[in-house]
């Protein structure tokens, strides 16, 4: 499965991005995906996850009330929405296809990955 993530790029502390990933129609119909980060120096992250129709979402803390995912799957693409965005944002964002219909946020549960957009907050 291929996925190819964009909308990444350098925003100021407050503002606004829509992360966006293209998938196949079978991924974007039938699959749980999510948005994992990985930071300079650290480990990747989970971010938030939604069921394969949308019916479902989870978030980690971090980011609620501030980020929303969600699915177009008629488009074939996962978005997600980032406001107010802060500093300790800043990173390598990782879209991910799930090994079936539901919510997961562990890494093992992901098949495909893409190949990541980078997102810069500036203080």
């Known amino acids: 499965v291929q996925l190819v993530e964009s909308g990444g790029g350098l925003v100021q502390t407050g503002g606004s991005l829509r992360l966006s990933c293209a998938t196949s129609?079978?991924?974007?119909?039938?699959?749980?995906m999510a948005w994992f980060r990985q930071a300079p120096g650290k480990e990747r992250q989970f971010v938030a996850a939604i069921s394969w129709n949308g019916a479902g979402t989870h978030y980690v803390d971090s980011v609620k009330g501030r980020f929303t995912i969600s699915r177009d799957r008629a488009k074939n693409t996962l978005y997600l929405q980032m406001n107010s965005l802060k500093p300790e944002d800043t990173a390598v964002y990782y879209c991910?296809?799930?090994?079936?219909?539901?919510?997961?946020?562990?890494?093992?549960?992901?098949?495909?990955w893409g190949q990541g957009t980078l997102v810069t907050v500036s203080s």
């Open positions: 991910a296809a799930a090994r079936s219909s539901w919510i997961y946020s562990r890494e093992s549960d992901f098949v495909s």
């Open positions: 129609r079978r991924t974007a119909s039938n699959n749980g």
